[in-house]
């Protein structure tokens, strides 16, 4: 249990266009999930937070205009990247926490690596 | 504030030897701590936890971690590495009384366990 789905995994895009990556809980509801950029050999950054039903709260420095975030379901959050440009190419990781499960572990999805040309 | 130090970029042990990977938090109240292992462009996968109760936790692969109060530790420990225990492994703290479900990771360290 508690698998988490990104898709897609991998995405070559050219500059100027616009890239919506999924992020699905298989077998639990997940009213909070989170979205996460980690470059090469590096710690996964705290991108923002997706709420079911109201809007993303996203960490300093991080521009929401440019990332867009929807969780319009218990089970599915959106991260778009509008207008990417090749500094935008990055591993993109999502994580979700179940719903209810307040000691739990987070669980995380297989990422999706976007290379904008 | 919660934040994780991994003070070694890298570990690099024989296979059959001990593996320890080292880690240390701060935190302002009780700590849930966690590690996770993260393969070549894949996602992270959960090891272990420590919530509350034993401060020796088990989990998967044979890993286990030992929580230390006094030093704000949370090493990460296997009696005999494996090949394919070479991967990226991080160490990631949450505070409950946040009152939220963020991760604070640390910078990661790099297990290379040669044949």
């Known amino acids: 249990g508690a698998v988490v789905s990104q898709h897609p995994s991998w995405v070559i895009c050219k500059s100027g266009t616009s890239v919506k990556i999924e992020c699905r809980s298989l077998?639990?509801?997940?009213?909070?999930m989170f979205w996460y950029r980690q470059f090469p050999k590096q710690s996964l950054m705290l991108m923002a937070t997706?709420?079911?039903?109201?809007?993303?709260?996203?960490e300093q420095g991080v521009e929401k205009d440019k990332f867009l975030i929807n969780h319009a379901s218990l089970t599915l959050s959106t991260l778009t990247v509008t207008s990417a440009h090749p500094e935008d190419s990055s591993f993109y990781i999502c994580?979700?926490?179940?719903?209810?499960?307040?000691?739990?572990?987070?669980?995380f999805g297989e990422g999706s690596r976007l290379t904008v040309l | 504030a919660q934040s994780v130090a991994q003070p070694e970029d890298q570990v690099n042990v024989a296979e059959g030897n001990p593996l320890t990977v080292k880690c240390t938090y701060s935190?302002?109240?009780?700590?849930?701590l966690f590690w996770y292992v993260q393969y070549p462009n894949r996602g992270l996968q959960f090891l272990l936890k420590?919530?509350?109760?034993?401060?020796l936790v088990k989990g998967s692969y044979g890993f286990e971690a030992e929580f230390n109060k006094s030093q704000t530790s949370f090493h990460l420990k296997k009696p005999s590495a494996l090949v394919s225990d070479s991967a990226l492994y991080f160490c990631?703290?949450?505070?409950?009384?946040?009152?939220?479900?963020?991760?604070?990771f640390g910078a990661g360290t790099t297990v290379t366990v040669r044949a």
């Open positions: 994580s979700a926490n179940p719903t209810g499960k307040a000691t739990g572990e987070l669980f």
């Open positions: 077998d639990f509801q997940a009213t909070t």
């Open positions: 997706s709420n079911e039903g109201s809007k993303a709260t996203y």
């Open positions: 935190v302002s109240g009780n700590p849930y």
């Open positions: 420590y919530i509350t109760g034993d401060n």
């Open positions: 990631a703290v949450r505070d409950p009384s946040l009152g939220d479900y963020k991760l604070s």
